[in-house]
Protein backbone atom coordinates (compact mmCIF):
# COMPACT_ATOMS: atom_id res chain seq x y z
CA UNK A 1 0.00 0.00 0.00
CA UNK A 2 1.33 3.48 -0.70
CA UNK A 3 1.04 6.31 0.84
CA UNK A 4 -0.88 7.48 -2.21
CA UNK A 5 -3.28 4.94 -1.74
CA UNK A 6 -3.99 5.60 1.57
CA UNK A 7 -4.72 9.33 0.21
CA UNK A 8 -7.31 7.94 -2.16
CA UNK A 9 -9.62 5.51 0.42
CA UNK A 10 -9.65 9.41 2.56
CA UNK A 11 -11.12 10.77 -0.57
CA UNK A 12 -13.13 8.13 -1.56
CA UNK A 13 -15.06 8.76 2.18
CA UNK A 14 -14.70 12.25 1.85
CA UNK A 15 -17.83 14.61 0.49
CA UNK A 16 -16.24 16.05 -2.57
CA UNK A 17 -18.15 18.50 -4.72
CA UNK A 18 -19.03 16.51 -7.16
CA UNK A 19 -20.66 19.16 -10.30
CA UNK A 20 -22.59 20.83 -8.36
CA UNK A 21 -21.76 24.81 -8.65
CA UNK A 22 -19.11 25.36 -6.00
CA UNK A 23 -18.14 28.53 -4.34
CA UNK A 24 -15.66 29.57 -2.21
CA UNK A 25 -14.33 32.71 -0.56
CA UNK A 26 -10.59 34.00 -0.05
CA UNK A 27 -8.36 32.59 2.21
CA UNK A 28 -4.88 33.20 3.34
CA UNK A 29 -2.32 30.26 1.66
CA UNK A 30 -0.92 27.88 4.60
CA UNK A 31 2.24 26.08 2.97
CA UNK A 32 3.42 22.71 5.00
CA UNK A 33 7.17 22.96 6.10
CA UNK A 34 9.48 19.77 7.34
CA UNK A 35 12.14 19.87 10.66
CA UNK A 36 15.10 18.19 8.86
CA UNK A 37 16.95 19.01 11.81
CA UNK A 38 19.53 15.64 12.19
CA UNK A 39 18.46 14.23 9.14
CA UNK A 40 21.73 14.65 8.06
CA UNK A 41 24.04 12.64 10.18
CA UNK A 42 26.22 10.39 7.91
CA UNK A 43 25.30 6.86 10.48
CA UNK A 44 21.82 7.49 9.55
CA UNK A 45 21.30 7.88 5.88
CA UNK A 46 23.90 4.74 5.75
CA UNK A 47 21.28 2.75 8.23
CA UNK A 48 18.26 3.92 5.47
CA UNK A 49 20.04 2.72 2.78
CA UNK A 50 20.88 -0.24 4.64
CA UNK A 51 17.16 -0.44 4.48
CA UNK A 52 16.43 0.75 0.89
CA UNK A 53 18.83 -2.25 -0.35
CA UNK A 54 17.12 -5.16 1.93
CA UNK A 55 13.38 -3.49 0.04
CA UNK A 56 14.79 -4.34 -3.41
CA UNK A 57 16.35 -7.45 -1.98
CA UNK A 58 13.14 -8.46 -0.49
CA UNK A 59 14.84 -9.33 2.78
CA UNK A 60 12.60 -9.30 5.28
CA UNK A 61 14.93 -10.85 7.42
CA UNK A 62 17.30 -7.83 7.52
CA UNK A 63 14.36 -5.16 7.87
CA UNK A 64 13.22 -7.47 11.20
CA UNK A 65 16.82 -7.37 12.67
CA UNK A 66 16.92 -3.82 12.42
CA UNK A 67 13.75 -3.07 14.67
CA UNK A 68 14.55 -2.32 18.37
CA UNK A 69 13.23 -4.81 20.87
CA UNK A 70 10.57 -2.60 22.33
CA UNK A 71 9.15 -0.73 18.92
CA UNK A 72 6.18 1.38 19.11
CA UNK A 73 3.20 1.35 16.73
CA UNK A 74 1.40 4.93 15.99
CA UNK A 75 -2.28 4.75 14.07
CA UNK A 76 -3.22 8.41 13.32
CA UNK A 77 -6.23 8.46 11.72
CA UNK A 78 -6.17 9.20 7.83
CA UNK A 79 -6.91 12.38 7.23
CA UNK A 80 -6.71 15.75 8.75
CA UNK A 81 -4.90 15.55 11.98
CA UNK A 82 -6.75 15.89 14.97
CA UNK A 83 -5.79 18.53 17.63
CA UNK A 84 -4.33 16.12 20.41
CA UNK A 85 -1.43 13.84 19.27
CA UNK A 86 -2.27 10.27 19.44
CA UNK A 87 0.16 7.93 21.67
CA UNK A 88 1.37 4.54 20.68
CA UNK A 89 -0.92 1.53 20.55
CA UNK A 90 -1.31 -0.25 23.67
CA UNK A 91 1.24 -3.44 23.85
CA UNK A 92 -0.72 -5.31 26.81
CA UNK A 93 1.01 -8.95 26.35
CA UNK A 94 4.81 -7.01 26.10
CA UNK A 95 4.91 -8.14 22.62
CA UNK A 96 8.85 -7.62 21.45
CA UNK A 97 10.33 -6.28 18.23
CA UNK A 98 9.95 -8.67 15.46
CA UNK A 99 6.03 -9.71 16.54
CA UNK A 100 5.17 -6.06 16.77
CA UNK A 101 6.53 -5.42 13.22
CA UNK A 102 3.84 -7.93 12.53
CA UNK A 103 1.13 -6.42 14.15
CA UNK A 104 2.11 -3.40 12.46
CA UNK A 105 1.87 -4.77 9.08
CA UNK A 106 -1.10 -6.37 9.59
CA UNK A 107 -2.71 -2.65 10.26
CA UNK A 108 -2.00 -2.43 6.46
CA UNK A 109 -4.48 -5.09 5.52
CA UNK A 110 -7.25 -6.94 7.13
CA UNK A 111 -7.47 -8.03 11.46
CA UNK A 112 -9.75 -10.83 10.18
CA UNK A 113 -7.01 -12.36 7.47
CA UNK A 114 -5.10 -15.94 8.80
CA UNK A 115 -1.63 -14.82 7.14
CA UNK A 116 0.67 -16.59 6.21
CA UNK A 117 4.76 -16.61 6.79
CA UNK A 118 5.23 -15.30 3.58
CA UNK A 119 2.55 -13.28 3.61
CA UNK A 120 3.76 -11.28 6.96
CA UNK A 121 7.27 -11.05 5.07
CA UNK A 122 6.04 -9.16 2.21
CA UNK A 123 3.52 -6.49 4.28
CA UNK A 124 6.72 -5.98 6.60
CA UNK A 125 8.85 -4.85 3.15
CA UNK A 126 5.77 -3.33 1.52
CA UNK A 127 5.67 -1.20 5.07
CA UNK A 128 9.51 -0.21 5.00
CA UNK A 129 9.03 0.37 1.22
CA UNK A 130 6.11 2.71 1.41
CA UNK A 131 7.72 4.69 4.74
CA UNK A 132 10.89 5.30 2.78
CA UNK A 133 10.42 5.43 -0.83
CA UNK A 134 9.63 9.28 -0.82
CA UNK A 135 13.15 9.35 0.06
CA UNK A 136 12.45 12.38 2.68
CA UNK A 137 13.31 12.27 6.73
CA UNK A 138 12.12 14.30 9.32
CA UNK A 139 11.20 14.74 13.07
CA UNK A 140 7.91 13.47 13.49
CA UNK A 141 5.36 15.10 16.20
CA UNK A 142 3.15 11.92 16.51
CA UNK A 143 6.25 10.07 17.20
CA UNK A 144 7.62 11.69 20.12
CA UNK A 145 10.06 14.00 17.80
CA UNK A 146 11.71 11.22 16.13
CA UNK A 147 13.89 10.89 12.70
CA UNK A 148 11.17 9.35 10.27
CA UNK A 149 10.56 8.26 6.89
CA UNK A 150 8.95 10.42 5.26
CA UNK A 151 9.34 13.72 6.99
CA UNK A 152 6.18 14.82 8.97
CA UNK A 153 4.40 18.49 7.61
CA UNK A 154 4.22 21.15 10.19
CA UNK A 155 1.57 23.29 9.11
CA UNK A 156 -0.98 25.96 11.34
CA UNK A 157 -3.82 23.58 12.15
CA UNK A 158 -6.15 26.75 12.70
CA UNK A 159 -5.14 28.99 9.84
CA UNK A 160 -6.06 25.19 7.86
CA UNK A 161 -9.27 24.55 9.13
CA UNK A 162 -10.33 28.39 8.63
CA UNK A 163 -9.12 27.41 4.35
CA UNK A 164 -11.43 24.47 4.40
CA UNK A 165 -14.76 26.86 5.75
CA UNK A 166 -13.91 29.40 3.34
CA UNK A 167 -13.68 26.49 0.51
CA UNK A 168 -17.21 25.19 2.14
CA UNK A 169 -15.26 21.70 2.06
CA UNK A 170 -14.78 19.22 4.83
CA UNK A 171 -10.85 19.33 6.77
CA UNK A 172 -10.44 15.96 5.12
CA UNK A 173 -10.59 17.54 1.40
CA UNK A 174 -7.31 19.35 2.32
CA UNK A 175 -4.72 18.24 0.85
CA UNK A 176 -0.76 18.74 0.44
CA UNK A 177 0.44 19.71 -2.94
CA UNK A 178 4.52 17.73 -3.47
CA UNK A 179 5.13 20.09 -6.19
CA UNK A 180 4.82 23.67 -7.73
CA UNK A 181 1.64 23.56 -9.66
CA UNK A 182 -0.62 25.71 -11.79
CA UNK A 183 -4.01 25.61 -12.06
CA UNK A 184 -5.64 26.55 -14.96
CA UNK A 185 -8.90 28.46 -15.80
CA UNK A 186 -10.48 25.42 -17.55
CA UNK A 187 -9.61 21.56 -16.88
CA UNK A 188 -7.74 21.97 -20.31
CA UNK A 189 -3.91 22.69 -20.74
CA UNK A 190 -4.65 25.39 -23.20
CA UNK A 191 -6.77 27.05 -20.69
CA UNK A 192 -5.21 30.24 -19.03
CA UNK A 193 -3.15 29.79 -15.50
CA UNK A 194 -5.43 31.91 -13.22
CA UNK A 195 -2.49 31.19 -10.14
CA UNK A 196 0.60 29.13 -9.33
CA UNK A 197 0.96 28.08 -5.91
CA UNK A 198 4.19 26.47 -4.26
CA UNK A 199 5.31 23.09 -2.87
CA UNK A 200 4.32 22.06 -0.31
CA UNK A 201 0.98 24.38 -0.19
CA UNK A 202 -1.80 23.19 1.50
CA UNK A 203 -5.42 23.52 -0.90
CA UNK A 204 -8.87 22.62 -0.42
CA UNK A 205 -9.49 20.18 -2.98
CA UNK A 206 -13.27 20.18 -4.66
CA UNK A 207 -13.16 17.16 -7.00
CA UNK A 208 -10.72 13.99 -7.53
CA UNK A 209 -11.93 14.32 -11.19
CA UNK A 210 -13.89 16.49 -13.29
CA UNK A 211 -15.55 16.19 -16.78
CA UNK A 212 -13.48 17.77 -19.48
CA UNK A 213 -15.28 18.53 -22.63
CA UNK A 214 -14.66 16.81 -25.44
CA UNK A 215 -12.03 18.42 -28.23
CA UNK A 216 -15.18 18.25 -30.89
CA UNK A 217 -17.59 19.59 -29.21
CA UNK A 218 -19.92 16.73 -28.38
CA UNK A 219 -21.58 15.48 -25.48
CA UNK A 220 -19.59 15.68 -22.49
CA UNK A 221 -17.80 12.47 -21.10
CA UNK A 222 -19.30 10.81 -18.01
CA UNK A 223 -18.27 12.24 -14.91
CA UNK A 224 -16.71 9.49 -12.79
CA UNK A 225 -16.15 11.22 -9.51
CA UNK A 226 -13.41 9.03 -8.88
CA UNK A 227 -10.02 9.59 -6.71
CA UNK A 228 -8.26 7.39 -8.91
CA UNK A 229 -8.90 9.36 -11.97
CA UNK A 230 -6.23 12.07 -10.91
CA UNK A 231 -3.45 9.31 -10.65
CA UNK A 232 -4.00 8.84 -13.78
CA UNK A 233 -3.15 11.93 -15.46
CA UNK A 234 -6.90 13.18 -15.02
CA UNK A 235 -7.98 16.90 -14.51
CA UNK A 236 -8.78 17.75 -10.59
CA UNK A 237 -10.55 21.01 -9.13
CA UNK A 238 -9.15 23.39 -6.21
CA UNK A 239 -10.73 26.25 -4.44
CA UNK A 240 -8.01 28.35 -4.71
CA UNK A 241 -6.37 31.56 -2.26
CA UNK A 242 -8.48 34.30 -4.62
CA UNK A 243 -11.70 31.98 -3.85
CA UNK A 244 -11.59 30.99 -7.87
CA UNK A 245 -11.77 27.69 -8.54
CA UNK A 246 -8.39 26.05 -10.11
CA UNK A 247 -7.41 22.69 -12.28
CA UNK A 248 -4.77 20.71 -12.81
CA UNK A 249 -3.75 17.30 -13.70
CA UNK A 250 -1.63 14.67 -12.84
CA UNK A 251 -2.22 14.79 -9.14
CA UNK A 252 0.86 14.54 -6.80
CA UNK A 253 -0.81 15.74 -3.49
CA UNK A 254 0.20 14.12 -0.27
CA UNK A 255 -1.94 13.50 2.75
CA UNK A 256 -1.14 14.46 6.53
CA UNK A 257 -1.27 11.24 7.91
CA UNK A 258 1.87 8.52 6.16
CA UNK A 259 3.10 4.80 6.54
CA UNK A 260 6.26 6.12 8.38
CA UNK A 261 9.32 4.20 9.76
CA UNK A 262 10.94 6.25 12.73
CA UNK A 263 14.59 5.58 13.62
CA UNK A 264 16.41 6.12 17.06
CA UNK A 265 20.08 4.81 18.75
CA UNK A 266 19.88 2.18 20.38
CA UNK A 267 22.96 1.33 22.59
CA UNK A 268 24.69 3.64 20.43
CA UNK A 269 23.57 2.47 16.69
CA UNK A 270 20.71 3.44 14.65
CA UNK A 271 17.88 0.74 15.09
CA UNK A 272 14.28 1.42 13.94
CA UNK A 273 12.32 2.34 17.21
CA UNK A 274 8.94 2.91 16.00
CA UNK A 275 6.52 2.44 13.08
CA UNK A 276 3.67 4.51 12.20
CA UNK A 277 0.21 3.21 9.64
CA UNK A 278 -2.59 5.83 9.43
CA UNK A 279 -6.19 4.14 10.38
CA UNK A 280 -9.22 4.66 8.78
Known amino acids: MKIRTLALLLAATSALAGSQAFAATPYTPVVATYDTAGADDAELKAFIDSLQKAIDGGDAAFLKLQVAKDLLIYAP?????????????????????EQRLDEAAILMGSADVDYTRDDLDSMVIDLFGTAIEPRTVGKSKIAGDRLCSPAEPIFDRDKALEM????????GNL?????????????????PV???????SVVP???GSVDVPPADGGATAPDTNDAEAADDGGWYSV????????????DASLGFQAVSVCYGKVEGHWAVTAVMVPSL
Open 77 to 97: PVGFPDATTPGPLANPDKHEG
Open 164 to 171: AAAADVPP
Open 175 to 191: WILSDKTDFHEKPDAKS
Open 194 to 200: IETLPAN
Open 205 to 207: FIE
Open 239 to 250: ALPSGKTGYASD
